[in-house]
């Protein structure tokens, strides 16, 4: 379980600390190299989930930078849900115009859904670092996972010490790396510095994976059930960890 974060810097003071640099380190690759082991490491506890009202213009939302995921979207109070076409009017409107034997689709001569059953859900999809929707404008209330950064943009790291000492042995042997290519620096060193960063890796990912006793429980509750709860989407999955009770005549 992962519980508070901190800045990035802490990692750079401590390759200055612990691998004992004298010469002034370039900051940039420092931080873009955390990242990366962040990304590496890539263990869901590490990021934050955020909820915010997205406003769609034009039939779209840029999505933010430090987006790693979609959870769920609420438009209306309901669940929005994912276009399932691959091309289509309406539901997967953009910039583009499709045509049929010379005629701009329509829902007269494409039509999506049969005249038994007509569906006037709204729909979204991912094109191009935007989230385009089947309406030009709304709001949207969005829970999605994102890297956690500071006031400045930099990603903030776990504060734990297993996830430190995986970004600072990452550093360490990208630093290795290129002295070992430009011939500065043995294979030995280099490949030592490798299996530190191969060890550290794979136990910051294990540590921040543990669940502690609640999120245990809620496991629990969502695996040992009679009746699959199959309608959990259209509540936003709150009520997942709700353990069954058995009703007796």
């Given at each position: 379980m992962i519980y508070n974060y901190t800045n990035v810097r802490e990692v750079i003071e401590g390759l200055y600390r612990d691998?004992?640099?004298?010469?002034?380190?370039d900051l940039w690759d420092m931080i873009e190299w955390c990242g990366e082991a962040?990304?590496?490491?890539?263990?869901?506890?590490q990021y934050v989930t955020m909820v915010e009202d997205w406003q769609v213009c034009n039939y779209r939302y840029a999505l933010p930078c430090n987006l790693i995921s979609l959870n769920q979207i609420s438009y209306n109070g309901f669940p929005l849900k994912y276009a399932a076409g691959v091309f289509g009017p309406a539901s997967n409107a953009d910039d583009s115009t499709y045509v049929i034997d010379g005629e701009e689709v329509s829902s007269d001569n494409f039509p999506r859904y049969n005249a038994e059953q007509v569906n006037m859900d709204h729909r979204y999809y991912i094109n191009a670092a935007y989230l385009v929707t089947s309406f030009e404008e709304g709001c949207l209330m969005v829970s999605y996972t994102a890297t956690k950064v500071d006031e400045d943009g930099f990603p903030m790291i776990p504060d734990d010490i297993l996830f430190k000492k995986a970004l600072k042995s990452y550093c360490?042997?990208?630093?290795d790396r290129k002295d070992w290519r430009r011939q500065r620096l043995s294979e030995a060193v280099y490949r030592d510095s490798q299996r530190d960063w191969e060890w550290y890796v794979r136990s910051a990912r294990g540590k921040a994976q543990m669940p502690n006793i609640d999120k245990m429980e809620s496991i629990k509750n969502q695996w040992v059930r009679l009746k699959p709860n199959q309608n959990s989407y259209n509540t936003f999955f709150s009520d997942m960890n709700t353990p069954e009770r058995k009703k007796l005549k």
């Amino acid at each position: 379980m992962i519980y508070n974060y901190t800045n990035v810097r802490e990692v750079i003071e401590g390759l200055y600390r612990d691998y004992g640099h004298q010469e002034e380190l370039d900051l940039w690759d420092m931080i873009e190299w955390c990242g990366e082991a962040l990304d590496l490491i890539g263990a869901h506890q590490q990021y934050v989930t955020m909820v915010e009202d997205w406003q769609v213009c034009n039939y779209r939302y840029a999505l933010p930078c430090n987006l790693i995921s979609l959870n769920q979207i609420s438009y209306n109070g309901f669940p929005l849900k994912y276009a399932a076409g691959v091309f289509g009017p309406a539901s997967n409107a953009d910039d583009s115009t499709y045509v049929i034997d010379g005629e701009e689709v329509s829902s007269d001569n494409f039509p999506r859904y049969n005249a038994e059953q007509v569906n006037m859900d709204h729909r979204y999809y991912i094109n191009a670092a935007y989230l385009v929707t089947s309406f030009e404008e709304g709001c949207l209330m969005v829970s999605y996972t994102a890297t956690k950064v500071d006031e400045d943009g930099f990603p903030m790291i776990p504060d734990d010490i297993l996830f430190k000492k995986a970004l600072k042995s990452y550093c360490q042997m990208m630093l290795d790396r290129k002295d070992w290519r430009r011939q500065r620096l043995s294979e030995a060193v280099y490949r030592d510095s490798q299996r530190d960063w191969e060890w550290y890796v794979r136990s910051a990912r294990g540590k921040a994976q543990m669940p502690n006793i609640d999120k245990m429980e809620s496991i629990k509750n969502q695996w040992v059930r009679l009746k699959p709860n199959q309608n959990s989407y259209n509540t936003f999955f709150s009520d997942m960890n709700t353990p069954e009770r058995k009703k007796l005549k």
